[in-house]
């Protein structure tokens, strides 16, 4: 196995766990993740503005329940490579470098979680590489459908191969209601400048608190943001420079082109037992109506899909809440435990 036991340098943990930090060359990137436990394994994939440490409750929670946890830092974040050009952060190589990752530690199936962008790769997976995906949990959208959906009612351009079109406020409306991303989120930066390269990075770097703002304005009206100073520590020394910033920025840059990407896969059915779990109050999760409703729709593309909510959680639901997250989570995974297989 091409895994490096040790890091070349010392790696920043905010808290100290019994963790494991390892590199491992993937995708022609160097990949960094954190491992903790023995048994079935657990991928668990992070989103935007995230690291690997957005699931320090859920790695020695699964360690301890018999899974092996395993946390990538995915490309462009954290100690993972940068590798320049918006071709190098779409959907495939998203979910490439994951599969990637499990032939390196010699993994036939795992079971895939996924939060934020984290739930677009897994649920991408799931619908791209079924032999590999022996469950898939999502914390935001159902399989995509909503939110694919919505981005083609409205014509969403391919970037950068139309610059002259822009992802206008029409999409964005449509899935998150009164709640504008560039409004209450990308302070000063509109979404429109998110395309221009560099800008954005260079913009949000002059203002210290916007990661404040996006972790109050997404959290459950109760919890008041990230739960956790260390974390917010720990994410504004990764993404306070632009070369920090850029790779995970590239990711929104290629919305058309991992539209076109996904949209391709849609019509392949999700046939592995499926979760949705999110929180209840999660401001980005697109409205599906009632769960009577949500199921209908997803019978023929997710027929095995479960759904549980978490009330009084918001966006950053497995920090805000660890204990329902987690007992959910090993609730639906139960049968894969050592005691059970």
Not at 27 to 40: A, D, N
Not at 116 to 132: E, S
Not at 186 to 209: F, I
Request: proline share 8%; net charge negative; hydrophobic share 40%.
């Amino acid at each position: 196995m091409d895994v490096k036991e040790q890091p070349d340098q010392p790696v920043r943990s905010p808290v100290e766990g019994d963790w494991q930090h390892r590199f491992a060359d993937v995708g022609g990137i160097r990949l960094h993740y954190v491992e903790q436990g023995e048994g079935f394994p657990v991928l668990l994939v992070h989103g935007f503005p995230e690291l690997w440490y957005f699931y320090r409750h859920q790695i020695p929670a699964l360690a301890e329940a018999g899974f092996r946890a395993i946390a990538p830092d995915s490309r462009g974040y954290g100690q993972t490579e940068r590798p320049d050009g918006l071709h190098e952060y779409t959907a495939g190589k998203k979910v490439g470098e994951l599969i990637d990752l499990l032939d390196v530690l010699d993994i036939e199936k795992a079971v895939f979680v996924g939060h934020d962008w984290g739930a677009a790769w897994v649920w991408h997976a799931a619908r791209t590489y079924p032999d590999r995906v022996e469950r898939v949990v999502g914390t935001l959208g159902v399989g995509g459908i909503r939110f694919w959906n919505v981005m083609r009612d409205h014509g969403v351009p391919s970037w950068p191969a139309d610059p002259d079109r822009s992802l206008e406020r029409g999409p964005m409306e449509a899935l998150f209601g009164p709640f504008c991303i560039w409004d209450r989120w990308l302070r000063p930066v509109s979404w429109l400048d998110v395309r221009t390269p560099g800008y954005a990075e260079h913009e949000l770097c002059q203002d210290p608190d916007w990661l404040e703002a996006i972790s109050r304005a997404a959290a459950a009206p109760t919890r008041g943001g990230f739960p956790d100073r260390e974390y917010v520590d720990e994410l504004v020394a990764l993404y306070g420079t632009v070369e920090g910033m850029k790779g995970s920025i590239d990711h929104y840059r290629n919305f058309g082109l991992n539209f076109e990407e996904m949209g391709m896969s849609a019509a392949n059915r999700i046939e592995c037992p499926a979760m949705l779990l999110a929180g209840e109050d999660d401001p980005w999760a697109p409205p599906c109506g009632s769960d009577e409703k949500l199921l209908a729709s997803t019978k023929d593309s997710i027929p095995n899909l479960t759904l549980r909510w978490i009330k009084g959680s918001g966006h950053w639901v497995q920090n805000e809440q660890p204990e329902e997250f987690n007992r959910h989570l090993l609730e639906f995974l139960a049968d894969l435990a050592p005691a059970t297989r």
